[in-house]
């Protein structure tokens, strides 16, 4: 299946929508279930960092690791999930619309390990095309009215 891809036109330099999109301490302030993000090592953001997310799944704070897989600011970043049952893959990209205007992409794809062989087909990509696009508002609004 393709990845579930969202775009939306946010009025903010592509400098300051990728540093806000692409920080896991902000996460919880925009993404849907996340209570808690950072990476293993925040002054080396770049390729083979560890990024680490608490999302609170029914009920309870269940913690994943991605590793960075491109870093290139201010236009592309992505993630790839590398322990536990739903793995997600994620890339951002930021496209420069003019000095104050900026484009923003995110598409996300998921593999499923163990019981997320079934949970990713049945739950987590129905829920995910749900929440993107309400999760993309808000950071849209974070980062307009930041």
């Known amino acids: 299946m393709p990845p579930i891809t969202v775009t939306t036109d946010i009025d903010r330099p592509a400098p300051d929508v990728f540093t806000y999109a692409t920080d896991p301490t902000r996460f919880h302030e925009w993404q849907s279930g996340v209570v808690d993000g950072h990476l293993e090592s925040p002054d080396d953001p770049g390729p083979g960092a560890i990024c ?3 999302r609170r799944i029914g009920g309870a704070d269940r913690t994943s690791t991605s590793e960075i897989s491109h870093f290139n600011p201010p236009t592309a970043w992505g993630v790839r999930g590398i322990d ?9 990209t930021v496209e420069p619309l003019g000095p ?7 598409a996300v ?3 499923g390990h ?3 062989r079934l ?3 049945l739950l ?3 829920e995910a095309r749900k929440e993107m696009p309400a999760n993309l508002a808000k950071l ?3 980062v307009e009215n930041g």
């Open 52 to 54: 680490r997310t608490t």
């Open 84 to 92: 536990g049952p739903i793995r997600a893959t994620v890339d951002v």
């Open 100 to 106: 104050h205007r900026s484009r923003l992409t995110i």
């Open 109 to 111: 794809d998921f593999e």
């Open 114 to 116: 163990g019981i997320g």
């Open 119 to 121: 949970l990713v087909p």
């Open 124 to 126: 987590v990509r129905r």
């Open 140 to 142: 849209k609004q974070h």
